[in-house]
């Protein structure tokens, strides 16, 4: 792991430090599940598909509206193109044709601070903003066949690749009921392999997901 994840480690552990203080009816577990949508260099990867993702968490009730919420998310999103062309090799023409299929694959640890603006945890709007640390995984698998003077041969690739790289987000939310609510976040990382990138890609995204406590 590199070392500019740090911080946002600090920051997870200081939260969780001072929230295990906290008296057992203080704490409520739970699970997410929604939509996600890439954007920017994500969303070019994966043809601006739409995913998913699935997470667990647990809320510390801090009193008067404020709470911390440490969670594990999981994110996927996968996108695939087609095509054919031709290609010059020493003369000779190449016909080559396929599909290829990317996908993208998260796997964040982090925590959320939020504030409820009817001071308590169980009803209404809240606001939240968190940092924590993001692994990130690019899957390419390729097939399709490669034609040259009457002969026709398949082709196939699969290659991955990753990189941790620290997050941050922001979002609202609504919780209807002591036990189910409603949040839309933006989170912003990134994606870097310095092996063979000279600039890390921007893996930004929109989550709309259902929050259920138990």
């Known amino acids: 792991?590199?070392?500019?994840?740090?911080?946002?480690?600090?920051?997870?552990?200081a939260a969780l430090?001072?929230?295990?203080?906290?008296?057992?009816?203080?704490?409520?577990?739970?699970?997410?599940?929604?939509?996600?949508?890439?954007?920017?260099?994500?969303?070019?990867?994966?043809?601006?598909?739409?995913g998913f993702t699935v997470g667990g968490f647990a809320v510390f009730d801090l009193k008067n509206g404020h709470a911390i919420r440490p969670r594990l998310d999981y994110a996927h999103f996968q996108g695939s193109q087609g095509g054919a062309g031709t290609i010059d090799m020493d003369g000779t023409?190449?016909?080559?044709?396929g599909n290829v299929t990317v996908k993208a694959d998260t796997i964040s640890a982090g925590a959320d601070y939020l504030y409820y603006f009817e001071r308590e945890i169980r009803k209404g709007?809240?606001?939240?903003?968190?940092?924590?640390?993001?692994?990130?995984?690019?899957?390419?698998?390729?097939?399709?066949?490669?034609?040259?003077?009457?002969?026709?041969?398949?082709?196939?690739l699969s290659t991955?690749?990753?990189?941790?790289?620290?997050?941050?987000?922001?979002?609202?939310?609504?919780?209807?009921?002591?036990?189910?609510?409603?949040?839309?976040?933006?989170?912003?990382?990134?994606y870097k392999n310095?092996?063979?990138?000279?600039?890390?890609?921007d893996w930004d995204s929109a989550i709309v997901a259902a929050t259920f406590r138990f």
Not at 93 to 97: G, K
Not at 194 to 201: D, F, K, L, Y
């Open 17 to 50: 430090a001072g929230a295990s203080s906290l008296s057992a009816q203080d704490v409520k577990f739970g699970l997410q599940a929604g939509a996600a949508f890439p954007s920017s260099d994500l969303g070019d990867l994966v043809d601006n598909k739409a």
């Open 194 to 201: 310095n092996n063979t990138e000279s600039r890390a890609s």
């Open 93 to 97: 023409s190449v016909n080559v044709a």
């Open 125 to 156: 709007f809240y606001v939240l903003g968190g940092l924590g640390v993001s692994y990130n995984k690019i899957s390419v698998d390729a097939s399709g066949t490669v034609s040259s003077g009457g002969v026709t041969v398949p082709a196939s």
């Open 160 to 190: 991955s690749a990753n990189s941790t790289q620290p997050y941050g987000n922001v979002g609202v939310g609504y919780q209807f009921s002591p036990n189910f609510g409603l949040e839309a976040r933006f989170n912003v990382t990134q």
């Open 1 to 13: 792991m590199r070392t500019h994840s740090l911080p946002a480690l600090a920051l997870l552990s």
